[in-house]
């Protein structure tokens, strides 16, 4: 069934069980949840000439979002303006930036790809973006079913890279041995890293005069954590990782900086220094009119818009708003962190709908960069908002 940029191929298999198992052995464990189907056996096909430019877009954006994040680095009105809670600040202040281009070495593009093709970005996840699994192994496997080109190859390898220039201690998510996919993302990283890392519950961790210890009270000097780091201005002892943070008692992957790439009112601060035509260059400008949606701090559209939280994730606090600027559409399924964080608001951008055995869906289509390379598609089907309800439906290209 052709959508002009996507086109759909196969029909699940009648045997899900043993596809399931397959899944599982390969590291993406989760292919079901609940007894229900999160994994969609069928493949999207992106036409190649789309895929080209996406990578292009994503290349060239990464770089904007790297000098955005610099531009934003010390400034502390700017980190208040973008919602970067204050518990924050002096690491920000005082840690080294990574290399350019490598602030956030795992990171994922979020982008809305019409039917006809085109490319706008809805958001950058660049601190614990999820999918790795579905994207990494999940993907490659159903390419190779129907004889497809997957893009997701290189995945594993650049997480090498990355996990080498890192080298953690310790590889963390909250209710590891617990949560699933989370635990798995976990588990796959360290894999695919190649290094002896150990797994441990962020719950069963502890700061001792500024020395981050696991539950046995071994010291961690180097630690990757799925773990968002706007939520230490909420957790109970945020304060503490901060301070451990601040003083490099602790080096924290990805690094504190890559929660001003994750904060959505980055996005606002590019869209208004484009439209003041400062910091960026003409060309800069040119990809920033071509690909990002005007995004702002206030309501100050006549059709269509988004309203999101700086730090939502999964479609939590995303609310659709009509040409009328009426109220259509709220998630109700992820949990509201609007009342956490300061809100942006963004041009709409429709997702292309496919048809799949299951009925129609819109198609969010992610791409991972992983050290500084765009490197993974990632789909996911659902409805107008794409949340915890949505499911992984795996792309290739043709």
């Known amino acids: 069934m052709s959508v002009g940029a996507f086109e ?42 789309v895929y080209a430019e996406l990578a292009q877009a994503s290349e060239r954006l990464w770089r904007i979002f ?46 809305a790809v019409s039917a006809s093709g085109d490319i706008k970005l809805l958001e950058l996840n660049a ?21 497809i080109r997957t893009v997701n190859g290189p995945m594993a390898e650049r997480v090498r890279e990355a996990w080498a220039a890192w080298r953690p201690d310790a590889a963390a998510c909250v209710g590891y041995g617990s949560h699933r ?28 005069n500024g020395i981050l210890r696991d539950k046995e009270g071994r010291e961690i000097r180097r630690l990757f954590a799925l773990y968002p780091k706007e939520w230490m201005a909420v957790d109970d002892g945020g304060d503490a990782l901060a301070y451990a943070i601040e003083t490099e008692r602790l080096r924290l992957f990805n690094s504190p900086h890559a929660v001003i790439l994750q904060s959505k009112g980055l996005q ?23 690909y990002m949606l005007p995004t702002y701090t206030k309501a100050v559209f006549d059709g269509s818009f988004v309203s999101k939280s700086m730090f939502g994730r999964e479609g939590g606090s995303v609310v659709l708003y009509d040409e009328d600027g009426r109220l259509e ?26 048809q799949l055995a299951a009925g129609e869906f819109h198609l969010l289509t992610g791409l991972f960069v992983l050290n500084g390379v765009p490197c ?22 043709k």
């Open 8 to 49: 759909v191929v196969g029909t699940p298999h009648p045997d899900r069980e043993s596809r399931v198992a397959a899944l599982r052995e390969m590291g993406f464990g989760w292919a079901d949840l609940e007894n229900d189907p999160y994994w969609i056996d069928q493949l999207v096909v992106m036409n190649e000439a």
């Open 181 to 208: 996919e989370d635990t798995g993302t976990v588990d796959l990283l360290i894999r695919h890293s190649g290094q002896g890392v150990r797994g441990v519950d962020c719950l069963d961790l502890w700061i001792d």
């Open 268 to 290: 606002a601060l590019i869209w208004g220094l484009h439209e003041l035509q400062l910091v960026f260059s003409p060309e800069e400008s040119e990809t920033i009119e071509r």
């Open 127 to 147: 601190d614990t973006p999820t999918g790795y699994a579905e994207a990494s192994v999940a993907t490659p496997w159903m390419c190779g079913q129907y004889g």
């Open 329 to 354: 559409l709220k998630d109700e399924d992820g949990y509201d962190t609007s009342r956490l964080f300061p809100t942006v608001y963004q041009k709409r951008a429709e997702l292309a709908r496919i």
């Open 376 to 397: 993974g598609l990632l789909g996911r089907a659902g409805g107008p908002i794409t949340g915890n309800a949505s499911h992984f439906v795996a792309i290739g290209v």
């Open 66 to 111: 790297d000098k955005a994040a610099r531009f934003v680095t010390g400034k502390r009105d700017l980190y208040g303006m973008i919602g970067i809670p204050e518990v924050l600040w002096k690491s920000l202040d005082t840690i080294a930036l990574e290399p350019e281009g490598l602030i956030s070495r795992y990171a994922r593009f979020d982008w």
